[in-house]
């Protein structure tokens, strides 16, 4: 079958990674603070006014190998001894890959959140280099942080681990999907949706919920007890089955969306199943369960597998396969119900780029709509844009140094649009947003709809009453929202829904 071939393909492209690595010795320009001594660059920052600076020691790299090959995982081992808490997650050490492309725009890929005091370990992130590309430089060290880290470099390394895909499989859907209009509604609150809560939605016309079943979002080392894991995960199906008995009451469809997978996140932010058996097998196990469950209940309109896959290095069973283990798990049992496939690096729109399809039918294609992330996260949980209350980043406006409007967006959004007409796959972008206090929320809000109404994608807003900072239904600042009965942003959401009129008559 061309599916166990591609299967196999991926499989040997991951098992073969450190043959094919490429372990680098660049000119290295210790800088300020650095020493190279028997293949170990040691950087020591004092506490002080320096300590803020980008103190790192830096490398070109040729980029020829890399300029359009696919996605590479960057490595090192590396330690650290007091190193100091930055303001901003990925800050601290400093592993960092930059590139310039022929235009002169800047990109970056990093680690993030090392600091502290910690022996030796391997770190990595993945980045993939665009043809533009026209030079790199590699930066090890600290930033915003005192302290001492060390780096061994003769284990650096750059490693092919997502290959560009080169299959043309065009998907087929059953008459009853391919003939449904683009759906559009809002994602679910974590808590337990009430009755009331659908009343309000099939009066905003929203015909679609996801359901996002999720816990402990942002932690890391949860879900590691399987028997608590699957306790919780019953009582969430529990109730999602009384509202199913709802949903035809007030037109609703639901996506199941697994947001907390068995074995949760590590510090890295990877899902801990894509290395561990027993959580990747208990994964493909409650996906068992769920389509035994809720097979044939024509108000489930899809299985969302798993909610924004991220994976930085090598992994046992890689974000793509362990999709494809559910997938067939799930055909075997429910061969009608469309399963949803999520691409790599939380979702995002450039991980198309190297999404392979899988070669099955009736599998619709999600993804997440947050770019510029200065923009519409600004001032969430310490992610971006705290340059004070008076440097808001508008929309439109320059970010990160380049100009993002709506033209913009559909440049970010061209994977995914690439993807679907290549593979003619149904397209559903599962979440999007800007958070309540970004100076043109509305207009990146309506952008966004207007470009997936174009191409005839599923959209579902983030949130319906989850966080008063995605909410609709409150306006003001950080730290100062209030209930909003009107708002430009919901006027564009409700303006949105009124096309959904006739869509489940």
């Known amino acids: 079958m061309k599916l166990s071939r591609i299967c196999m393909m991926l499989f040997l492209v991951a098992a073969c990674t450190a043959c094919a690595a490429e372990t680098l010795k660049p000119a290295w320009s210790p800088g300020r603070y650095g020493t190279i001594r028997d293949g170990i660059l040691r950087i020591a920052v004092p506490p002080g006014p320096d300590q803020s600076a980008m103190n790192c020691s830096e490398a070109e790299i040729d980029l020829a190998p890399y300029r359009g090959k ?56 993945i980045a993939s280099v665009p043809e533009t590309a026209a030079e790199g430089t590699l930066m090890l060290g600290l930033q915003d ?38 759906l559009r509604g809002v994602m679910s609150p974590t808590r ?25 979002w942002g932690k890391s080392g949860t879900e590691q007890d399987l028997a608590e894991y699957d306790s919780w995960l019953n009582g969430k199906l529990d109730h999602l089955e009384w509202l199913l008995t709802l949903a035809p009451k007030y037109g609703l469809r639901f996506v199941i969306d697994l947001h907390t997978p068995p074995g949760g996140r590590d510090a890295g932010k990877n899902l801990v199943m894509f290395s561990d058996k027993k959580y990747a097998d208990h994964f493909v196990e409650v996906w068992r ?53 999520e691409s790599n690096e939380w979702d995002s729109p450039s991980a198309f780029a190297y999404l392979p399809p899988l070669e099955m039918d009736n599998v619709i294609y999600q993804v997440h709509m947050y770019v510029p992330g200065q923009f519409t996260h600004q001032f969430v949980h310490n992610a971006f844009g705290e340059q ?23 440049k970010s959004l061209q994977p995914v649009r690439d993807f679907q007409l290549r593979h003619n796959a149904r397209i559903y972008v599962g979440e999007f947003s800007a958070v309540a206090w970004a100076p043109g929320a509305a207009d990146y809000i309506r952008d966004c709809i207007e470009i997936f109404e174009e191409y005839g994608w599923d959209w579902s807003y983030h949130a319906f009453r989850e966080w ?19 708002n430009d942003r919901k006027q564009v959401l409700l303006k949105a829904f009124r096309k959904n009129s006739g869509i489940l008559e």
């Not at 400093?94 to 770190?123: I, P």
């Not at 024509?298 to 290095?313: I, K």
């Not at 004070?388 to 033209?407: L, V």
Request: with cysteine.
């Open 388 to 410: 004070g209350s008076k440097n808001f980043i508008r929309y439109p406006g320059r970010t990160g140094g380049e100009m993002w409007d709506k033209a913009m967006l559909k």
């Open 192 to 216: 337990s949706i009430t009755e009331d809560d659908l009343a309000v939605l099939q009066k905003w016309g929203a015909n679609l919920v996801r359901y996002q079943i999720c816990r402990n």
């Open 289 to 341: 369960r769920i389509a035994g469950r809720f097979k044939g209940n024509p108000s489930v309109w899809a299985y969302d597998l798993v909610n924004e896959p991220v994976q930085n290095g090598p992994a046992r069973y890689d974000y793509w396969n362990i999709q494809r283990m559910a997938a067939e798990a799930v055909r075997r049992i429910d061969p009608d119900t469309p399963i949803m496939i």
């Open 70 to 125: 696919g996605v590479f995982t960057f490595s090192i081992r590396l330690r650290a001894d007091g190193v100091s808490k930055p303001r901003r997650n990925w800050n601290g050490v400093k592993f960092m890959f930059r590139f310039r492309d022929k235009s002169g725009g800047e990109f970056y890929r990093n680690v993030s959140g090392l600091a502290g005091t910690f022996d030796w370990r391997e770190s990595h992130f």
């Open 145 to 182: 942080s005192s302290g001492t880290v060390e780096f061994d470099l003769n284990t650096l390394e750059i490693k092919p681990l997502f290959p560009k895909p080169e299959s043309n499989y065009r998907i087929d859907y059953p008459e009853r999907i391919a003939k449904t209009p683009p």
């Open 468 to 486: 008063d900072g995605w909410s609709v239904e409150h306006e003001g600042l950080p730290g100062k929202l209030v209930p909003s009965a009107g």
